[in-house]
């Protein structure tokens, strides 16, 4: 008789290989960085290319554009890091700087990994998790949210009486540790965008300064002779020396680039984009952990008290038999008591490990919920069997709902529209711009005479200024030529891991819409096996107390209602968490979020 109702109690494991077969282990909590978006100011002419890691600051001018995601890894579809998980561990690649061009986009951000799609978190109904991405809308729009979601976590009030899962799941989409990180994420691709809008205002180089000693400089004002012997050179009488204070100033206003500012703020523009969709995945990954992490507690809960049912049962029957043995029945035997006491110290030992999955789900349910240490969390029950039959969507409605509603496929979306205007601004960086520059310069000494005529150089008490046309431009050709060509190809690889991961995304709805049919399949029919099982134990139990049944009809009987009991409430389980799974994976929306 093997009982395995507790043993499978509690099925999160904190791993990183994600899953989303029914009843597996959760998904990964690596969360990737998704890269960089870095749209700078104007830079100046003729600036070399910088090479440095993605991410870090990059001194003079240039932008890194939204990055898309990486190739996923199909790898096999019953394992764990299905299809449309990505391999997270890559080293992102070095950047290289734009040249010459005002607004011009710089260091292209390595490309984030993208990995196993969103979380679901929840089962059916109100409880339906999802994918709703806050920042699609034009950007900056979702500061708000960015600024409730992880922040509050201090400020959280503890649950009042026993939580569900939908406060769970909520609990779980907001407060959890690596949401905190990719809202922050997401508000730096905010700032970053900000960034590229006001790419084309000038920079202002203003230098201020004083100094000294100037030695006595003296004439008519006119540009003639010195009027005083200290103000001769080649001697050492300096005369009443003097200091000097000074300051100039520069600044370039692009006028027309030839398209490049607007295609650079149209890029950085994709930056939120990017970052609400992997903020996204990351809440919708902690509500399925947390789902998981419930429908584990209910499975072992609910294992215990078949374990107690069974238990009761065979003390029953033990009793029973010790009663015929003392009045030396021919019905049983001594084999018979020993019979018993295996299966009663088997169910014992089922009891110990359906109570540590107990435990460990609980305490799983506590770190997603980001409990106080000393803030009691208790739990509802649920029946994990479903009261009412459930009509599961069909393969081709589960596909295209993940379609238009997976956030890694809007970021890949965003991704490609920002490296397409990569690829504008390199093609445009062959042209010059135009620009309306700047200029002054204001010089005063104390020790020198302010010249008065126009004609006269005055290095000491000069006050000029001036506005004018300038175009400037590069004639580094062979550079230009070869950073076309590699931003074109990184769009074409984008467009190639857009395939790949739609794919990936395809194989994914499909295997979880498989397990779930089956799941759901194997529940019903495992449901029906304990209705016969209980009739034929109560059949078994009554034949053996008017003493018609032997033991070992008996034994089987329980044996086989265990089982099926088991059996029953594992099906369930992956039933529930098989409709979270779907869920996740086709991107629904959380009746929280809505």
Same mark, same amino acid.
């Given at each position: 008789?093997?009982?395995?109702?507790?043993?499978?109690?509690?099925?999160?494991?904190?791993?990183?290989?994600?899953?989303n077969?029914?009843?597996?282990?959760?998904p990964?909590?690596?969360?990737?960085?998704?890269?960089?978006?870095?749209?700078?100011t104007?830079?100046?002419?003729?600036?070399?290319?910088?090479?440095?890691?993605?991410?870090?600051?990059?001194?003079?001018?240039?932008?890194?554009?939204?990055p898309?995601?990486?190739?996923?890894?199909?790898?096999?579809?019953?394992?764990?890091?299905?299809?449309?998980?990505?391999?997270?561990?890559? $080293? +992102? =690649?070095?950047? #290289?700087?734009?040249? %010459? @061009?005002? *607004? /011009?986009a $710089? +260091? =292209?951000?390595? #490309?984030?990994?993208? %990995? @196993?799609p *969103? /979380?679901?978190e929840?089962?059916?109904?109100?409880?339906?998790? %999802?994918?709703?991405?806050?920042?699609?809308?034009?950007?900056?729009?979702?500061a708000?949210?960015?600024?409730?979601?992880?922040?509050?976590?201090?400020?959280t009030k503890p649950?009042?009486?026993?939580?569900?899962?939908?406060?769970?799941?909520?609990?779980?989409?907001?407060?959890?540790?690596?949401?905190?990180?990719?809202?922050?994420?997401?508000?730096?691709?905010?700032?970053?965008y900000?960034?590229?809008k006001?790419a084309?205002f000038?920079?202002?180089?203003?230098?201020?300064?004083?100094?000294?000693?100037?030695?006595?400089?003296?004439?008519?004002?006119?540009?003639?002779?010195?009027?005083?012997e200290?103000?001769?050179?080649?001697?050492?009488?300096?005369?009443?020396?003097g200091?000097?204070?000074?300051?100039?100033?520069?600044a370039?206003?692009p006028?027309?680039?030839?398209?490049?500012?607007?295609?650079?703020?149209?890029?950085?523009?994709?930056?939120?984009?990017?970052?609400?969709?992997?903020?996204?995945r990351?809440?919708?990954?902690?509500?399925?952990?947390?789902?998981?992490?419930?429908y584990?507690?209910?499975?072992?809960?609910?294992?215990?008290?078949?374990?107690?049912?069974?238990?009761?049962?065979?003390?029953?029957?033990?009793?029973?038999?010790?009663?015929?043995?003392?009045?030396?029945?021919?019905?049983?035997?001594?084999?018979?008591?020993?019979?018993?006491?295996?299966?009663?110290?088997?169910?014992?030992?089922?009891?110990?490990?359906?109570?540590?999955?107990?435990q460990?789900?609980?305490?799983?349910?506590?770190?997603?919920?980001?409990?106080?240490?000393d803030e009691?969390?208790?739990?509802?029950?649920?029946?994990?069997?479903?009261?009412?039959?459930?009509?599961?969507?069909?393969?081709?409605?589960?596909?295209?709902?993940?379609?238009?509603?997976?956030?890694?496929?809007?970021?890949?979306?965003a991704?490609?529209?920002?490296?397409?205007?990569?690829?504008?601004?390199?093609?445009r960086?062959?042209y010059?711009?135009?620009?309306?520059?700047?200029?002054?310069?204001?010089?005063?000494?104390?020790?020198?005479?302010?010249?008065?005529?126009?004609?006269?150089?005055?290095?000491?008490?000069?006050?000029?200024?001036g506005?004018?046309?300038?175009?400037?431009?590069?004639?580094?050709?062979?550079?230009?030529?070869?950073?076309?060509e590699?931003?074109?190809?990184?769009l074409?690889?984008?467009?190639?891991?857009?395939?790949?991961?739609?794919?990936?995304?395809?194989?994914?709805?499909?295997?979880?819409?498989?397990?779930?049919?089956?799941?759901?399949?194997?529940?019903?029919?495992?449901?029906?096996?304990?209705?016969?099982?209980?009739?034929?134990?109560?059949?078994?139990?009554?034949?053996?107390?008017?003493?018609?049944g032997?033991?070992?009809e008996?034994?089987?009987?329980?044996?086989?209602?265990?089982q099926?009991?088991?059996?029953?409430?594992?099906?369930?389980?992956?039933?529930?968490?098989?409709?979270?799974?779907?869920?996740?994976?086709?991107?629904?929306?959380?009746?929280?979020?809505?």
């Amino acid at each position: 008789m093997l009982l395995t109702g507790g043993v499978a109690g509690a099925q999160l494991s904190p791993t990183t290989a994600p899953s989303n077969a029914p009843g597996t282990g959760a998904p990964g909590t690596a969360a990737p960085s998704p890269g960089n978006l870095s749209p700078a100011t104007i830079p100046s002419p003729g600036t070399s290319g910088s090479q440095g890691r993605p991410g870090s600051s990059t001194s003079g001018s240039g932008s890194a554009l939204p990055p898309g995601p990486s190739p996923v890894n199909p790898g096999q579809a019953a394992e764990a890091g299905n299809a449309a998980q990505s391999a997270t561990t890559t $080293a +992102p =690649k070095t950047s #290289t700087t734009m040249q %010459g @061009t005002p *607004g /011009a986009a $710089a +260091p =292209k951000a390595g #490309t984030p990994a993208v %990995g @196993t799609p *969103g /979380a679901a978190e929840g089962g059916p109904g109100d409880n339906a998790p %999802g994918n709703d991405v806050s920042g699609n809308g034009p950007p900056g729009d979702s500061a708000s949210e960015v600024a409730q979601a992880p922040g509050a976590r201090a400020g959280t009030k503890p649950p009042q009486g026993p939580i569900t899962l939908a406060r769970l799941v909520a609990r779980a989409r907001t407060q959890d540790a690596r949401v905190a990180e990719a809202s922050a994420e997401l508000r730096k691709f905010q700032a970053l965008y900000q960034q590229a809008k006001w790419a084309w205002f000038p920079k202002f180089e203003i230098t201020l300064g004083a100094g000294g000693p100037v030695p006595e400089a003296r004439n008519n004002g006119l540009g003639g002779p010195p009027t005083t012997e200290a103000s001769l050179e080649g001697d050492w009488n300096f005369g009443d020396v003097g200091v000097t204070v000074f300051s100039t100033g520069n600044a370039v206003l692009p006028l027309y680039t030839f398209g490049k500012l607007t295609a650079l703020e149209k890029a950085g523009a994709q930056g939120p984009i990017v970052g609400a969709a992997l903020r996204e995945r990351v809440r919708a990954e902690a509500g399925f952990q947390a789902a998981q992490a419930y429908y584990g507690y209910q499975l072992a809960r609910a294992g215990l008290k078949q374990l107690e049912d069974v238990s009761k049962r065979l003390k029953d029957a033990s009793d029973r038999i010790d009663a015929l043995l003392k009045e030396d029945s021919d019905q049983v035997s001594k084999l018979d008591t020993y019979k018993l006491g295996y299966f009663r110290h088997l169910v014992e030992s089922q009891r110990a490990s359906a109570v540590q999955g107990e435990q460990f789900a609980l305490t799983a349910i506590r770190l997603l919920a980001s409990a106080a240490p000393d803030e009691p969390v208790e739990v509802v029950e649920e029946d994990l069997p479903l009261r009412e039959d459930v009509k599961l969507p069909d393969l081709e409605t589960a596909l295209r709902e993940a379609s238009e509603r997976r956030p890694e496929l809007k970021a890949i979306t965003a991704g490609i529209i920002a490296r397409e205007q990569e690829v504008l601004i390199r093609e445009r960086s062959y042209y010059p711009d135009l620009g309306l520059a700047g200029f002054y310069d204001i010089r005063w000494t104390s020790s020198a005479t302010r010249q008065r005529s126009q004609f006269a150089y005055d290095p000491f008490n000069d006050r000029t200024a001036g506005l004018g046309l300038v175009l400037r431009g590069t004639f580094d050709i062979p550079i230009k030529d070869a950073q076309l060509e590699q931003a074109r190809a990184e769009l074409d690889k984008l467009r190639a891991q857009e395939q790949t991961l739609k794919a990936g995304i395809q194989l994914e709805v499909t295997q979880v819409q498989g397990q779930l049919v089956a799941a759901y399949a194997r529940a019903k029919s495992f449901t029906e096996a304990e209705r016969n099982a209980k009739r034929w134990a109560t059949a078994a139990y009554a034949a053996f107390d008017l003493g018609t049944g032997d033991t070992r009809e008996l034994v089987d009987a329980f044996s086989a209602l265990a089982q099926a009991s088991a059996e029953r409430g594992k099906s369930w389980h992956d039933v529930r968490l098989g409709l979270a799974s779907l869920e996740r994976v086709t991107g629904a929306v959380p009746a929280t979020d809505e």
